[in-house]
């Protein structure tokens, strides 16, 4: 399986930002997949995961109420729906994906891990 993110890029507090995840070579639908991030100096951060199936969405309480997790299952795409940012939302970000919902803070235990994108938030 593969992962690409995309959709990161420098903004001002208060923009908003929509990253995209690509999967390849396996069905998305069929795992958890999940949002992490990791700003400069900081260990990674959980952000968010969708279940393979019903209405079963979660988030850290850093980004809960700003950010929206959601998914295209016909294009195997997963999306980070990024309002209302402030610096302290640096970060590179990346998607994972994985059998269980499990939110490991380091991305060695996920199957399937994306590169990153890196998202700036700066006046």
């Known amino acids: 399986g593969h992962l690409v993110e995309s959709g990161g890029g420098v903004v001002q507090p208060g923009e908003s930002l929509r990253l995209s995840c690509a999967a390849s070579g396996f069905n998305m639908s069929n795992a958890f997949m999940n949002w992490l991030r990791q700003a400069p100096g900081k260990s990674l951060e959980w952000v968010s995961n969708?279940?393979?199936?019903?209405?079963?969405?979660y988030y850290a309480d850093s980004v809960k109420g700003r950010f929206t997790t959601s998914k295209d299952s016909a294009k195997n795409t997963l999306f980070l729906q990024m309002d209302n940012l402030n610096p302290e939302d640096t970060a590179v970000y990346y998607c994972?994906?994985?059998?269980?919902?499990?939110?490991?803070?380091?991305?060695?235990?996920?199957?399937?891990r994306g590169r990153g994108t890196q998202v700036t938030v700066s006046p």
């Open positions: 969708i279940a393979p199936s019903g209405p079963y969405i």
């Open positions: 994972a994906a994985n059998s269980d919902g499990t939110r490991w803070t380091s991305l060695n235990p996920y199957k399937y």
